[in-house]
């Protein structure tokens, strides 16, 4: 599972990390995709699947925050990151 985030992140630089940011990223359109930590709390897995709704944004789930926080080079816990869409 964490390897097709590892490619996923690695070829998309550009990324929101948090939820309030992610959430206004899918709103205007500007996240093709978001990845969630399964360590985290489950109103943020719900925030996030309600954001998406049936918006055409995938959604990927990823080990733990600290692992996902790591991932994306930041020094502390992660548990969504969304990726930017480059039209």
Known sequence: MSTGVNDLIASNPDRLVGLKQVVRGIADGSVWCVIVS???DDFVKQKVEEAIGNR???LKYF???SKLGALVGIEVP???VGLLRHD
């Open 38 to 40: 399964l360590d985290c």
């Open 56 to 58: 055409q944004v995938g």
């Open 63 to 65: 080990d733990t925050k």
């Open 78 to 80: 992660a548990a969504v």
